[in-house]
C-alpha cells in the first residue's frame, strides 16, 4: 500500500468534488455549445455548433495558460474548504500533472510570440511554473512545501505523478503529498487543432471527442490509525499504481490487443480471494475507435486470465465530463474516492484506468480495504 488519500478537491463542468460526484453518479451531464468556434458541414448552409463540458464561470473568457491557472484556482478551493493548503509544511511534496502545451495549441510564454522550449518535459516544467505560482498568489497561499514536480505523458500522466507521490511516502522522503492534475480541451485553440486532425465530434464526425476540463487537487498521506474524523465516511487507501507501454499505434494498422492494460489491472489489482467482488473499471474511454476497441479487447483479456474479471462494472467519466486529457486519471480518481467514501461503490476495489496516446497504460487501485499490494511497472 502506498497511502490512505485524506483529502481531494475538484473543479469540473458539474461543479466541485461533492455535486459533480452526485452528478455523475445520477448519470447527468451538462454539455454547452462552444463560444467563439464553429463547423462548416459540406453540403448544409449554416454553421454547426460543437458541445463541450466547460465550468459554468470560472473558465469563461480565458483560455490557454489563463484557462489552467482558473481551473487549478478552482480545485484548490474545493480543497481548502476540507484541508488548510497553507498548514502543509517543508514535508510536503507537490506533484502536477499537466498536458504538454503544443498538443493544446498555446505557447507558455506571456505572448503568443514567445517561443517554447523544445522538448515536452521543459515545455511542461515551464507551463506548470506559471501555472501553480499564479493559482497560489490568486488563493494568498504561501507554500511551504517542497519545490512542484511537473508530469506529463497525455492521460497517463495522473498515475505517473501518483506513483511518484506514493513512492516518496512509501520510502519516508515525505510524510504528505499534494498531487494536482490540470487539463483543458475546450480552449478555441484546442478546439480548432482537434477539429484539423479529425478528432473533434461533430455532427458529421460523431466518433470523434467531446472536449472538457478539469483539474483535481488529491492529498495523500501515510495511513492513520483509529478515527479519521467524519464517522460516515469511510477512509480510502491507495492500493497500487500499475505502469505499462502498449507500443502499438493507436489508430495503426495493427491496433492494439490491450494485453499491456489487462497486466496493468491483474498488477495493481494483486492476488485475489475467490469470494472478493470484481472491481469496478473507471474507464477513460470517450468515444473514439481504437479506444472503443481497446476497451472491447480488454473484455476478452480479462475474462480470459480470471472469468470473474469479464463481469467488471465499468464507469466512464467522460459520458458526464467529456474528455479531459492529462487530468482524466485524476477526475476518475475523485470519482472513486467518493463512491468508497461514502459506501455506494459496489466493492471494496475500484480500479482507474488510462490509456495515452504515446502508449502508456495505467491502472490506479483504490481501496477502502488496506492491503500489501506496491506499485510496479509491467513489461
Given at each position: 500500500?502506498?497511502?490512505?488519500?485524506?483529502?481531494?478537491?475538484?473543479?469540473?463542468?458539474?461543479?466541485?468534488?461533492?455535486?459533480?460526484?452526485?452528478?455523475?453518479?445520477?448519470?447527468?451531464?451538462?454539455?454547452?455549445?462552444?463560444?467563439?468556434?464553429?463547423?462548416?458541414?459540406?453540403?448544409?448552409?449554416?454553421?454547426?455548433?460543437?458541445?463541450?463540458?466547460?465550468?459554468?464561470?470560472?473558465?469563461?473568457?480565458?483560455?490557454?495558460?489563463?484557462?489552467?491557472?482558473?481551473?487549478?484556482?478552482?480545485?484548490?478551493?474545493?480543497?481548502?474548504s476540507r484541508e488548510d493548503l497553507g498548514a502543509l509544511g517543508a514535508e510536503t511534496g507537490l506533484y502536477v500533472a499537466l498536458p504538454d502545451p503544443e498538443e493544446r495549441g498555446f505557447t507558455t510564454g506571456k505572448d503568443a510570440f514567445q517561443e517554447d522550449p523544445e522538448t515536452p518535459r521543459e515545455r511542461v516544467d515551464a507551463l506548470g511554473a506559471r501555472v501553480v505560482q499564479a493559482a497560489f498568489k490568486v488563493l494568498s497561499v504561501d507554500w511551504k512545501g517542497q519545490a512542484p514536480r511537473f508530469f506529463h505523458g497525455g492521460n497517463a500522466a495522473f498515475a505517473l505523478a501518483l506513483m511518484a507521490a506514493g513512492e516518496a511516502l512509501?520510502?519516508?522522503?515525505?510524510?504528505?503529498?499534494?498531487?494536482?492534475?490540470?487539463?483543458?480541451?475546450?480552449?478555441?485553440?484546442?478546439?480548432?487543432?482537434?477539429?484539423?486532425?479529425?478528432?473533434?465530434?461533430?455532427?458529421?464526425?460523431?466518433?470523434?471527442?467531446?472536449?472538457?476540463?478539469?483539474?483535481?487537487?488529491?492529498?495523500?498521506?501515510?495511513?492513520?490509525?483509529?478515527?479519521?474524523?467524519?464517522?460516515?465516511?469511510?477512509?480510502?487507501?491507495?492500493?497500487?499504481?500499475?505502469?505499462?507501454?502498449?507500443?502499438?499505434?493507436?489508430?495503426?494498422?495493427?491496433?492494439?490487443?490491450?494485453?499491456?492494460?489487462?497486466?496493468?489491472?491483474?498488477?495493481?489489482?494483486?492476488?485475489?480471494?475467490?469470494?472478493?467482488?470484481?472491481?469496478?473499471?473507471?474507464?477513460?474511454?470517450?468515444?473514439?475507435?481504437?479506444?472503443?476497441?481497446?476497451?472491447?479487447?480488454?473484455?476478452?483479456?480479462?475474462?480470459?486470465?480470471?472469468?470473474?474479471?469479464?463481469?467488471?462494472?465499468?464507469?466512464?467519466?467522460?459520458?458526464?465530463?467529456?474528455?479531459?486529457?492529462?487530468?482524466?486519471?485524476?477526475?476518475?480518481?475523485?470519482?472513486?474516492?467518493?463512491?468508497?467514501?461514502?459506501?455506494?461503490?459496489?466493492?471494496?476495489?475500484?480500479?482507474?484506468?488510462?490509456?495515452?496516446?504515446?502508449?502508456?497504460?495505467?491502472?490506479?487501485?483504490?481501496?477502502?480495504?488496506?492491503?500489501?499490494?506496491?506499485?510496479?511497472?509491467?513489461?
Amino acid at each position: 500500500m502506498l497511502g490512505q488519500v485524506q483529502a481531494m478537491g475538484l473543479a469540473t463542468s458539474l461543479g466541485p468534488l461533492v455535486p459533480a460526484s452526485a452528478a455523475f453518479r445520477a448519470g447527468v451531464a451538462r454539455p454547452s455549445p462552444a463560444p467563439d468556434f464553429e463547423n462548416f458541414v459540406q453540403g448544409e448552409e449554416e454553421p454547426s455548433t460543437v458541445a463541450i463540458h466547460a465550468l459554468p464561470v470560472a473558465t469563461f473568457g480565458f483560455s490557454g495558460v489563463g484557462r489552467l491557472i482558473a481551473l487549478l484556482t478552482e480545485a484548490l478551493t474545493d480543497f481548502s474548504s476540507r484541508e488548510d493548503l497553507g498548514a502543509l509544511g517543508a514535508e510536503t511534496g507537490l506533484y502536477v500533472a499537466l498536458p504538454d502545451p503544443e498538443e493544446r495549441g498555446f505557447t507558455t510564454g506571456k505572448d503568443a510570440f514567445q517561443e517554447d522550449p523544445e522538448t515536452p518535459r521543459e515545455r511542461v516544467d515551464a507551463l506548470g511554473a506559471r501555472v501553480v505560482q499564479a493559482a497560489f498568489k490568486v488563493l494568498s497561499v504561501d507554500w511551504k512545501g517542497q519545490a512542484p514536480r511537473f508530469f506529463h505523458g497525455g492521460n497517463a500522466a495522473f498515475a505517473l505523478a501518483l506513483m511518484a507521490a506514493g513512492e516518496a511516502l512509501r520510502g519516508r522522503q515525505l510524510r504528505s503529498a499534494l498531487i494536482c492534475a490540470v487539463d483543458t480541451l475546450a480552449s478555441p485553440a484546442t478546439l480548432r487543432l482537434l477539429h484539423d486532425g479529425g478528432r473533434l465530434k461533430t455532427h458529421d464526425n460523431p466518433t470523434g471527442i467531446t472536449p472538457g476540463e478539469t483539474a483535481v487537487a488529491m492529498l495523500l498521506t501515510a495511513p492513520r490509525r483509529g478515527s479519521t474524523g467524519e464517522q460516515k465516511e469511510r477512509p480510502v487507501f491507495l492500493r497500487a499504481v500499475s505502469l505499462g507501454k502498449d507500443a502499438r499505434k493507436p489508430e495503426g494498422d495493427s491496433p492494439t490487443d490491450a494485453r499491456p492494460l489487462a497486466q496493468c489491472i491483474l498488477s495493481a489489482l494483486g492476488p485475489q480471494e475467490a469470494s472478493t467482488r470484481p472491481p469496478v473499471l473507471l474507464t477513460d474511454h470517450d468515444g473514439q475507435h481504437h479506444r472503443a476497441h481497446e476497451w472491447g479487447m480488454l473484455q476478452l483479456q480479462l475474462a480470459d486470465r480470471d472469468p470473474r474479471l469479464g463481469t467488471c462494472p465499468a464507469w466512464m467519466p467522460a459520458v458526464s465530463f467529456g474528455h479531459t486529457g492529462a487530468a482524466s486519471g485524476g477526475l476518475g480518481a475523485a470519482m472513486a474516492y467518493r463512491a468508497l467514501q461514502r459506501g455506494y461503490a459496489p466493492g471494496p476495489s475500484l480500479l482507474v484506468l488510462s490509456s495515452s496516446d504515446t502508449g502508456e497504460r495505467t491502472a490506479i487501485h483504490l481501496s477502502s480495504e488496506a492491503g500489501g499490494t506496491s506499485s510496479q511497472r509491467v513489461p
